[in-house]
């Protein structure tokens, strides 16, 4: 059930089951990405998403000013755990001076 | 240059914001691709007075020059309570154009607050090679822009612009008009270039946001030099040597 904020009630029922979606028992996976200043964990973060398999929350974009953890390494402190990190890939030949996308891109999550 | 968008604030008159609700609400036809303003907008529409408000007028002359065509324009409506953001995006396509650019006026007639979801705007975004809303994983960059502004606000933005209507979460409807505009001279030098050797320009081009990655936001400062040195017809220009240092190749000159 989605309530007039946009934010999913906890008490929610499945429509397909008919059952409780956070019913015990059933684990859930929330993701937080972390973008950091170089390719170092401990770096401070310049970007975040959030993403929430419970439902509970409904984290979007341009939701927030201030980053969740100053650093990549805070964010383990808190208990998520690392499961993916970008590569670092060289530039494509000729094109060394462009910007795009974000490099540092590190993803963790917290099951619950 | 550094920013990629230029604000103006509450500087539509306020029977001007009055009246563009009900514009808004009734319609605005569709423009033909690429047609001049004078086509575009009939004397006397809402459309022509708003471009023809002495602040913009001045504003896009310096940026697309004179007789710019319009693109396309489209007026955004974010429902109250709508419960989903726009993705983080660039609009268009990837545009790989090293000497033009067109500029995207979006007016806001009310009053925007920070519960109403205004534009998400990332400074500095505008140089980047992204396609559309491949940028949609990022929800929140240090430094962004969550517009809030005042009624009669105009905002003028780089093509390549990262941005996105933000969540709606009041029970206000709220509306933004945008128009896209295409240059049809090239943009050298068309604003007032009195003060092009100020200190203060290799400052604004030197720029860093707090979004950047270090390494990377060097790289910013390079593409900068590289548009400035197009825009101003100055081939040597330069900022702290960056773009020097890298093209010096003493092998390649004459020895005659």
Redesign the interface.
């Known amino acids: 059930m ?1 309530t ?3 934010q999913n009630s906890p008490d929610s029922q499945d429509s397909r089951t008919g059952q409780d979606s956070s019913r015990a028992g059933q684990v859930r996976q929330q993701v937080l ?1 972390l ?4 390719s170092a964990l401990d770096s401070e ?6 993403y929430d398999g419970t439902g509970r929350t ?8 201030e ?1 969740p953890y100053g650093t990549g390494v805070a964010a383990l402190e808190d208990g998520w755990r690392l499961f993916q990190a970008a590569q670092l890939i060289p530039p494509y030949p000729g094109a060394e ?8 891109e590190f993803f963790f999550e917290k099951l619950v | 240059m550094a920013h990629g968008f230029l604000r103006l604030d509450a500087i539509v008159p306020q029977e001007m914001n009055d009246e563009a609700l009900g514009v808004f609400a009734d319609g605005l036809d569709d423009v033909p691709y690429g047609s001049p303003v004078r086509a575009a907008y009939p004397e006397g529409s809402f459309s022509r007075r708003l471009v023809e408000l002495p602040a913009v007028a001045g504003a896009l002359e310096s940026l697309v020059g004179p007789d710019p065509t319009v693109d396309h324009h489209f007026v955004h409506i974010r429902e109250p ?1 709508e ?6 995006h660039a609009d268009a396509l990837i545009d790989l154009r090293p000497d033009a650019f067109d500029v995207q006026l979006m007016y806001y007639p009310q009053d925007v607050t920070a519960e109403m ?1 205004g534009t ?1 705007i990332v400074p500095g975004s505008h ?4 396609n559309e809303s ?9 430094g ?1 822009t ?1 517009l809030t502004c005042p009624a009669g606000t105009v905002v003028l933005l780089h093509h390549g612009i990262w941005h ?1 209507g ?2 709606n ?1 009041s029970d206000r409807i709220r509306f933004m008009y945008k128009i896209r505009f295409n240059p049809t001279v090239p943009q050298v030098r068309l604003w007032d270039t009195a003060d092009l050797d100020s200190p203060a320009v290799g400052e604004e081009l030197g720029r860093s946001f ?7 936001g060097r ?2 400062i ?2 900068r030099i590289k548009l400035w040195r197009v825009l101003t017809a100055d081939p040597d220009f330069d900022l702290d040597y960056w773009a020097t240092r890298i093209t010096n190749r003493p092998a390649q000159r004459s020895h005659a």
């Open positions: 989605t007039p904020d946009g990405v973008y950091l200043n170089t973060v310049v970007g975040w998403a959030r409904r984290p979007t974009t341009g939701d927030s000013d980053p001076h462009e910007t795009s996308f974000l490099k540092h | 309570r419960g989903s953001a726009q993705p983080l979801g998400l140089l980047r090679r992204t491949d940028t949609g994983r990022y929800q929140n960059l240090r962004q969550r996105g933000r969540r979460d707090p979004w950047y990655e270090g390494a990377t790289l910013e390079h593409n």
